[in-house]
């Protein structure tokens, strides 16, 4: 297992302004992703983040307003650039469960972020 | 993508009873299909993994089956606690590298 946490844990923002969110793993693991959960919705995988490499966005999600940082084997930060009110929603990070094998995910607490 | 639907609606359930959650989907059988648990205000819990070869997984008071005829996992909490109260979501793996696809959840409610 992982022990996964996220900070900060909640933020309210203003328009126009950006957002780094943090997450940290207590122990080594190569893949890391990003989640967004809007309100009543299902989580929406943002992008695969491995360690050495450029992270890997899905289908709606750019790297200018999404940049992603993957410096080391535990720790990864998402940044919310030039935020909207539509960009309010949890943010979450999850590893894989065994290196190179990701069957199940262990995830973070989430960032609440609302902006205004 | 797949599309996978969850019911939307609360299962409102007496304490003591069955729950059963459904997960349908729309596309090709993944390899392995997941149910995760999330709590207000806290990432998803892994609860069970079950493989496209299996048809049903066990794990205490949890049970998930997998039927790929039907395109379609159920998912049992039997002898239902208030405590087992949250939202249920399942996943599908959609390529080799693990990435999941969620459902968006069927919220439990047991009442003691």
């Known amino acids: 297992s992982a022990v996964i946490s996220q900070k900060p844990s909640r933020d309210i923002c203003q328009r126009g302004t950006s957002l780094t969110i943090q997450c940290q793993v207590d122990s080594q693991v190569t893949m890391m992703f990003w989640y967004r959960q809007q309100p009543g919705q299902s989580l929406t995988l943002i992008a695969t983040?491995?360690?050495?490499?450029?992270?890997?966005?899905e289908s709606g999600f750019v790297i200018d307003k999404f940049p992603i940082s993957r410096p080391n084997l535990t720790f990864s930060t998402l940044t919310v650039s030039n935020m909207s009110p539509e960009d309010s929603s949890i943010y979450l990070c999850?590893?894989?469960?065994?290196?190179?094998?990701?069957?199940?995910?262990?995830f973070g607490p989430g960032t609440r972020l609302l902006v205004l | 993508s797949q599309k996978i639907e969850q019911n939307s609606e609360a299962l409102n359930i007496q304490e003591g009873k069955t729950a059963t959650l459904t997960c349908n989907y729309t596309n090709y059988s993944p390899a392995y299909l997941q149910w995760y648990r999330q709590d207000p205000g806290r990432g998803p819990v892994f609860l069970l993994l079950?493989?496209?070869?299996?048809k049903e997984k066990r794990k205490e008071r949890l049970k998930v089956t997998f039927d790929t005829t039907l395109k379609q996992s159920l998912f049992h909490i039997t002898a239902s606690q208030p405590a087992d109260s949250a939202t249920y979501l399942c996943?599908?793996?959609?390529?080799?590298?693990?990435?999941?696809?969620f459902g968006a959840g069927t919220q439990v409610v047991v009442t003691p």
């Open positions: 983040a491995n360690q050495g490499s450029e992270a890997t966005y």
């Open positions: 996943a599908l793996v959609t390529d080799s590298w693990g990435k999941l696809q």
């Open positions: 999850s590893v894989e469960s065994d290196r190179g094998r990701s069957e199940t995910q262990y």
């Open positions: 079950i493989r496209e070869n299996e």
